[in-house]
Each structure stands twice: as structure tokens, then as C-alpha cells.
């Protein structure tokens, strides 16, 4: 195995336990209240995208080519225009090391630090 199928397969199976946790913790909170509503609303996501819209979208978001500045207008206008519910989602997707819940600002502040360290890895950093 090589390393880009090694680094894949662990990125699928970061993805299925994180799912996996998901339906843990689900279970959890059946068995603790007796009844099942909180499930049925807390899975039927049908405004957030699929992992694989999310990851594309990281995609796009990693091409920027642009200077500083409008890298930094990009990344602030996609996380203010997006809901944090779809944040969460999309930083899962990607499994960025980012605490969903830290306010949107921390967030794109992280999101543009990712983005900057990758540039300068890929010697794409203007």
C-alpha cells in the first residue's frame, strides 16, 4: 500500500467513525429519554450537502489563487454566508482541525491559516 492509498483510507475511515459516533450518540439519548423524536430531527439533515459537495467545495476554497487580501475576503464571505449546522458539516467532511463550535470568526481565521500553511507547502504562496 501506498502512501496516497494509506492517507485516503485513513481519511474514509475518520469519515465512518465519525458517522459511527453519530449513531452512538443518537442511540444514547433513545435509550435516556424513552422515545425517539430527538433522532429523527437531529438525522434528517436535508439543507446540509453531501460530504462529497462539502469536500469539493474545500477543493475550490484550495485553488484560490489570489493575493492575501482577497484570499482573506473569500474565506470571510464563504463563512458568513454559510449556517453553522453547514460549517460543522464541511469541517467534518474535510476532517479540518477546527472546533465547529468556536465562533465564525475564529473559524475562517483558521480556515485562511490552513489554507496559508498549504500554500507554502505546495509553493503556491504569493
Do not use: C
Not at 425517539?36 to 430531527?41: A, E, Q, R, V
Not at 482577497?70 to 470571510?76: E, L, Y
Amino acid at each position: 500500500m501506498n502512501y496516497n492509498n494509506a492517507k485516503k483510507l485513513l481519511k474514509d475511515l475518520k469519515k465512518l467513525q465519525y458517522n459511527i459516533n453519530q449513531v452512538i450518540k443518537d442511540l444514547e439519548e433513545i435509550t435516556k429519554s424513552g422515545s425517539y423524536p430527538k433522532l429523527i430531527s437531529k438525522t434528517n439533515r436535508l439543507d446540509t450537502p453531501s460530504y462529497h459537495l462539502l469536500q469539493d467545495e474545500w477543493n475550490q476554497l484550495q485553488k484560490l489563487k489570489s493575493n492575501e487580501k482577497q484570499i482573506t475576503f473569500q474565506i470571510d464571505n464563504f463563512v458568513e454566508d454559510k449556517t453553522k449546522e453547514y460549517l460543522t458539516a464541511f469541517i467534518k467532511a474535510n476532517s479540518l482541525p477546527i472546533n465547529p463550535s468556536d465562533s465564525k470568526e475564529k473559524i475562517s481565521r483558521q480556515l485562511r491559516s490552513i489554507l496559508h500553511v498549504g500554500s507554502i507547502i505546495t509553493g503556491s504562496v504569493k
